[in-house]
């Protein structure tokens, strides 16, 4: 039972270049989620995905942009790398609309922009 | 405008000590509150809820945590420390009417609990 898988796990890009996360997970839920972790701020939310072919801005979401194509996969994308988004990446997601369903995280994705 | 604050940055306990972890939450209308934990490279993983009904809620590992409504806290509690609960402890909070949403979760910035043998 894998749950949530971030690929890949580490990077390093240039400024200007340009990438793409990926978020898979197996358990059938209905809502994913695009955080983004710096010291001493928490997580914010960046995109978010209440199904399949749905997306919506969270916090943060100036300079990402997110695609739900199949209800397993949610992608992350940087257009044009900037150093202020040297960041940790987390994925997650829960299930929909249920009472207080907590949400599972993956593992990170480690992003250095230089 | 919803909000979570854990005051402490970081929390030292003797091993064998209790621990409390405090968190407090604005939040319009009634709280869903969780706690997780983050060791080292490693994803958030759930300790426990409060959604409603009894103040004391039980999670994992042994955690606890205790919702005051008139405080609007849920400080996150154990009996007895363990060097393995060093960690990072994160606090959230959603509105119950925030599903049409996504069920968006807020953040507090983390408190780094470090137990000593």
């Known amino acids: 039972n894998a749950g949530v898988t971030q690929t890949p796990k580490f990077r390093v890009l240039k400024t200007g270049q340009s990438m793409t996360l990926l978020c898979a997970q197996d358990?059938?839920?209905?809502?994913m989620y695009w955080y983004r972790q710096d010291p001493g701020m928490g997580l914010r939310l960046i995109h978010y995905s209440v199904g399949e072919g749905t997306t919506a801005k969270g916090e943060v979401p100036d300079g990402y942009n997110v695609s739900r194509l199949k209800k397993q996969n949610f992608l992350l994308g940087l257009e044009s790398a900037a150093p202020s988004q040297t960041s940790v990446y987390f994925c997650a997601s829960s299930y929909g609309q249920a009472r207080g369903q907590p949400q599972h995280f993956g593992d990170g994705t480690r992003l250095s922009i230089l | 405008a919803q909000s979570v604050a854990q005051p402490e940055d970081q929390v030292n306990v003797a091993e064998g000590n209790p621990l409390t972890v405090k968190c407090t939450y604005s939040v319009s209308g009634n709280p869903y509150l969780f706690w997780y934990v983050q060791y080292p490279n490693r994803g958030l993983q759930f300790l426990l809820k409060y959604i409603t009904g009894d103040n004391l809620v039980k999670g994992s590992y042994g955690f606890e945590a205790e919702f005051n409504k008139s405080q609007t806290s849920f400080h996150l509690k154990k009996p007895s420390a363990l060097v393995s609960d060093s960690a990072l402890y994160f606090c959230?909070?959603?509105?119950?009417?925030?599903?049409?949403?996504?069920?968006?979760?807020?953040f507090g910035q983390g408190t780094e609990l470090s137990v000593k043998p």
């Open positions: 358990m059938n839920h209905e809502y």
């Open positions: 959230a909070v959603r509105s119950e009417g925030s599903y049409n949403q996504g069920g968006k979760l807020i």
